[in-house]
């Protein structure tokens, strides 16, 4: 989503009328950085959960947030403070800038700049800085909840399929083939190469999923469907797709 909140609005007007008991609503990664307005993003999310749990049968379960690379990277620029030396903490606040950190910490009103000017007063310095991110976040209703509840993948479940159908799995942009479920660890945001290799390959299941389905594509390919993969990244369009609990696409949703 990248902090387009126009977009995520025309995508919830759009599912307004369709959700209900029984769904499942994921969010596949990167509410935050890059875009023009994170906050009224993360706010727009927040009342559409908020408006879909209002109705009979939804349980706050049935609404995931998963957590993206810039949901990441804004966890680790929060430990900056500990990083091994001046250089590194400058090369990797440097980088986050230039990644969409910039953009994330505008929605609370801090400046990624200070914080590179404060690297050189020493760590204590710096965890002022961090500190106070923090406070501006939880300062927002919602937005500290939100972010301290990001899951790392989500998953249709046994009851969904009954038994007949391997079941769907949803990640923000990367997938490791190579590893189970449980020892993935980064790779749920920044393997985009495994992800590719796992669409181009033979396979009619990974890891007992009949489908993987994510968010952003690293490679900027757009939206893209194989027999056992779909990216759901249309670029400076916004998607969202209507599953089946097989993981079967039976509507794309344009924003």
């Not at 706050?60 to 947030?65: H, K, N, T």
């Not at 479940?157 to 189970?180: H, K, M, Q, W, Y």
Request: with cysteine; hydrophobic share 40%.
């Amino acid at each position: 989503m990248h902090g387009r909140v126009d977009q995520l609005s025309r995508i919830h007007a759009a599912l307004d009328g369709r959700v209900r008991g029984g769904d499942r609503v994921v969010y596949c990664g990167n509410l935050i950085g890059r875009g023009p307005d994170v906050r009224g993003t993360l706010n727009e999310a927040l009342l559409f959960r908020r408006a879909v749990l209002a109705r009979p049968g939804v349980m706050p379960e049935d609404i995931v947030f998963l957590r993206g690379a810039q949901e990441e990277m804004l966890h680790r620029l929060l430990q900056i403070q500990f990083a091994r030396g001046t250089a590194a903490a400058e090369e990797a606040l440097a980088w986050m800038a230039r990644e969409g950190a910039r953009e994330t910490l505008l929605a609370w009103g801090c400046d990624i700049d200070d914080g590179i000017r404060r690297i050189r007063l020493g760590p204590t310095e710096l965890a002022r800085w961090t500190n106070m991110i923090r406070q501006s976040i939880r300062a927002t209703p919602g937005h500290d909840k939100l972010l301290s509840t990001l899951q790392r993948a989500a998953f249709t479940a046994p009851e969904d399929l009954a038994g007949t159908a391997p079941g769907a799995l949803f990640v923000a942009s990367g997938i490791n083939p190579d590893r189970p479920l449980e020892a993935q660890g980064d790779s749920f945001w920044w393997d985009n190469t495994g992800f590719t290799a796992l669409a181009e390959s033979d396979r009619d299941a990974w890891n007992s999923f009949r489908r993987v389905i994510r968010g952003l594509d690293r490679a900027g390919q757009g939206f893209v469907e194989t027999p056992l993969t779909v990216s759901l990244d249309g670029g400076d369009e916004l998607l969202a797709g209507l599953f089946n609990a097989s993981g079967e696409l039976q509507e794309l949703v344009r924003g």
